[in-house]
């Protein structure tokens, strides 16, 4: 039993790796299996022949149009001067679209067209053509005529088209099943009590979906504990079982991480490790002819490797042609670092301000799902570039379509839950407007609206002069341009701590104790800003904090790790404290509001923004979190 803990990881470029799989792959037997199905189940199916057509539609000469069929020859010189008298049975009969044309009719005139002078006398204006209104045999399909080629995907039109050539089966070629194994001794199902230590087990859901997505058919297996041997029999189970099989952490090089020894010891490990981040340590075996892929646990380097090499590879089983994924350019707002080894995928934010697309980076770790929830887009750093400067135009892959992203208002600055709330309500009221936010910190978003890069910034900068909120800091940083603060709400900040107090902490005086571990927000943030301003006055020095230097990027990851137990306090919102459990030392209340460009006040999308804020129901849901004053909300202040 090869136990050993797995170093074995390379750094092979993308393309070849993915050319060196799929090539390998077809050196066996290339999946061709087909299957016979009812045309009405076709639907986006891949046809293995071409379908020719059984019978003509119309197999019959048939009528056009509702009115009467008669002989074109004893119309002839009708007209208005000149009308002609048909009798009933003997020049004409009434037929309906679709009818059947018999001799010696070859010409229908519609029914507007004639007047009835009686129950078998009509007259007719004008005379009619031979084959005036009358579907041929075989007008629409002809028997023996191709319907759809080899390699054809089946739409809805297709279908009607085959029903018509009186196709009633079509042979397709059939849809791998993909085999879905969850590794891991600390995964969970999601009606399991959720300890600590373990982690809800949430990639094999969203692995069945992408495979759906790519055609195949999903067969998800239960959690199998990092141990060896079950592992490999779970392997050899699902091989057995599945055309392709695809196992769910375990890739890396960790003391724990058996999959990529296990595979070498059952079949063929191709590749082990490529240079994309995230997605690197994933594993490309053969195992008894079929393809195994081990991908790591993280869910977005999951979800970029699934992309990698799974949709590809389905692509060669069901011979779907996947659509391109559509790119734009657009303006980077920040500075973006990648590390020359790897390829980077970074999920970004997408708006157009002031007719310039901008493109805001999002958080990069491999584990931070939300950052696939919330992106618009990817920019792919390549391998061997060091990065971009803020300001490049750059290439975006798309995760949703064009128009959503030129609905979208862009917020780039300070978090709160309230902006959530906003971007939904905002949603709910215009389902075609949507509320794109970026958490950057007030001063973050000062400087992403004096660059043109927002249509609104999220701030809370508390002067500490005058105790005055956001207006100096706007006439500060953005001089020269007539700007506005929307006012929104008023926000309780202060210290949050855990459930039940179990420190003791009674204020800021007690953050410079050595039992208390603090977790701060990120530089530029308005909650920093209040802090520093309370350790200045206290007479308190940043480096007698522990935990001072530790940043996080919103409130609720603040709130969060102090609830996981890896801090004791930190500032914050009452709101954040009160979703998560927690305890709350009340400092200040601060005005947190919206910063905008005044032209801005007279757009559409801005006035739709401004009645969700007043929105009743809105203010409700914000007034119940508690924590916040919502007295001014949508007040407009000129700058």
């Not at 300890?195 to 759906?212: C, H, L, P």
């Not at 695809?246 to 020894?261: E, P």
């Not at 657009?330 to 970074?346: D, F, G, N, P």
């Not at 709330?421 to 949507?434: A, C, D, E």
Request: glycine share 8%; proline share 4%.
């Amino acid at each position: 039993m090869k136990e050993d803990r797995n170093i074995y990881l390379t750094n092979v470029p993308l393309e070849e790796a993915k050319e060196r799989f799929i090539n390998r792959v077809l050196m066996d037997k290339v999946f061709k299996a087909t299957e016979i199905i009812p045309v009405d189940e076709a639907l986006d199916r891949v046809t293995v022949s071409p379908i020719f057509a059984q019978k003509s539609s119309p197999n019959y000469s048939a009528a056009a149009m509702d009115g009467v069929a008669v002989v074109a020859s004893s119309t002839y010189g009708a007209s208005e001067a000149n009308p002609v008298r048909l009798k009933r049975a003997k020049d004409f009969i009434y037929i309906n679209t679709g009818g059947i044309i018999k001799d010696p009719f070859d010409a229908v005139i519609m029914i507007e067209d004639i007047v009835e002078i009686d129950g078998d006398w009509i007259e007719i204006y004008s005379g009619a053509g031979v084959w005036q209104h009358i579907r041929p045999i075989g007008e629409d399909i002809v028997e023996g005529e191709l319907i759809i080629s080899a390699k054809h995907r089946i739409r809805p039109v297709d279908i009607g088209a085959l029903l018509a050539g009186q196709i009633r089966e079509v042979e397709v070629y059939k849809e791998p099943t993909v085999g879905i194994i969850p590794t891991g001794s600390e995964i969970i199902h999601v009606d399991a009590p959720l300890e600590d230590g373990k982690i809800i087990e949430s990639n094999s859901s969203m692995f069945a979906a992408m495979i759906k997505e790519y055609k195949g058919l999903p067969k998800r297996y239960p959690v199998v504990p990092d141990e060896y041997q079950l592992i490999k029999d779970s392997i050899l189970k699902a091989v057995d079982e599945n055309d392709v099989v695809v196992i769910n952490a375990g890739s890396s090089a960790g003391s724990k991480d058996y999959t990529a020894n296990v595979l070498r010891e059952i079949g063929e490990v191709i590749i082990h490790g490529v240079a994309t981040k995230p997605g690197k340590p994933v594993i490309l075996a053969m195992v008894k002819n079929k393809p195994v892929v081990g991908i790591p646990g993280y869910p977005v380097s999951a979800y970029f490797t699934m992309e990698f090499f799974i949709k590809p590879l389905l692509a060669i089983y069901t011979h779907h042609r996947f659509m391109k994924t559509a790119t734009i350019t657009a303006t980077l707002s920040r500075r973006v670092v990648s590390s020359i080894k790897y390829e980077e995928y970074i999920r970004v934010k997408l708006g157009s301000v002031q007719g310039k697309l901008i493109a805001t980076p999002l958080e990069r770790g491999a584990g931070v799902t939300m950052s696939l929830v919330r992106a618009d887009g990817v920019l792919v750093v390549p391998q061997r570039l060091e990065g971009y400067e803020a300001g490049s135009q750059v290439e975006i892959r798309l995760f949703k379509a064009a128009d959503e992203i030129e609905n979208t208002i862009v917020s780039i600055g300070s978090h709160d839950l309230v902006m959530d709330l906003l971007g939904n309500q905002l949603h709910k009221n215009k389902s075609s407007l949507f509320l794109s936010s970026a958490h950057v910190g007030s001063l973050g978003g000062i400087m992403a609206m004096r660059k043109g890069e927002c249509h609104i910034a999220p701030i809370h900068l508390m002067d500490t002069t005058s105790g005055e909120y956001n207006t100096s800091y706007v006439k500060q940083y953005i001089k020269g341009e007539k700007m506005a603060l929307m006012k929104f709400v008023g926000r309780s900040q202060g210290l949050m701590i855990k459930g039940g107090n179990p420190k003791g902490i009674k204020g800021i005086e007690d953050l410079k104790r050595q039992d208390v571990l603090f977790v701060n927000r990120q530089r530029g943030a308005g909650t920093r800003i209040l802090l520093d301003y309370y350790l200045q006055r206290e007479k308190i020095k940043a480096e007698e904090i522990q935990g001072y230097e530790r940043e996080m990027t919103t409130h609720m990851a603040v709130a969060a790790a102090i609830a996981g137990g890896t801090a004791d306090c930190g500032m914050g919102v009452y709101s954040a404290a009160k979703t998560m459990g927690l305890d709350f030392i009340p400092i200040a209340w601060e005005d947190y509001d919206l910063l905008l460009p005044q032209a801005l006040l007279k757009d559409e999308k801005i006035e739709d923004l401004i009645a969700a804020m007043k929105n009743h129901e809105f203010i409700h849901s914000i007034e119940a979190l508690g924590g916040y004053n919502t007295e001014n909300i949508g007040k407009i202040i000129l700058i």
